[in-house]
């Protein structure tokens, strides 16, 4: 008797794991509650990016402006993920995560130039991560369609 022991793993391939739908979910779940986040404590990242005497209404107004693209960008995830499906939504992932993370790497370059003092590494680092997640779900479902058909 030749009993085949499969494991969780025999199933986890990148196609399975980099799902466009899945990461859209997540991406935009994620922008969503750290834009929400974002307008609740802007009083706290205006002052931890200014200093407390400089956190002014204005520094407030902007970190609510960002709390806001940061709510625009995971509604705009969470309808790419139940809007649209299979090349288009695959194409869209990969677009949508380099125009984010391109947003991301600008912001992260002109800000300081201006006097304002970045987050720590640990607040820096989850937006690539995510969108890497999003651009490779979008890359390696991008021609599947066309591969089914052929």
């Known amino acids: 008797m030749d009993i085949q022991h499969r494991h ?9 794991i980099f799902q466009p739908k899945i ?4 991406c935009g779940a994620v922008a ?5 986040e974002n307008n609740i404590n802007a009083e706290t990242w205006a002052e931890s990016a ?3 005497g400089n956190a002014n209404e204005q520094a407030l107004a902007m970190e609510a402006l960002f709390g806001l693209f940061m709510c625009g960008f995971g ?5 790419c993920a139940f809007a649209l499906e299979g090349t288009a939504q695959a194409k869209f992932a990969l677009a ?15 800000l300081p130039t ?8 640990a607040w820096l680092v989850p937006p690539f991560l995510f969108m890497g997640g999003l651009m490779a779900s979008g ?12």
């Open 8 to 16: 969780i793993s025999d199933n986890m391939d990148a196609k399975t």
């Open 23 to 26: 990461w859209y979910i997540i």
């Open 32 to 36: 969503l509650i750290g834009g929400i």
């Open 50 to 52: 200014w200093g407390e």
């Open 75 to 79: 509604a705009m995830g969470l309808t």
């Open 96 to 110: 949508n995560g380099a125009v984010i993370s391109a947003f991301f790497i600008t912001m992260f370059f002109v």
């Open 114 to 121: 201006t006097g304002y003092e970045m987050p720590g590494i």
């Open 139 to 150: 890359y390696l479902h991008m021609n599947e369609e066309e591969q089914a058909a052929e």
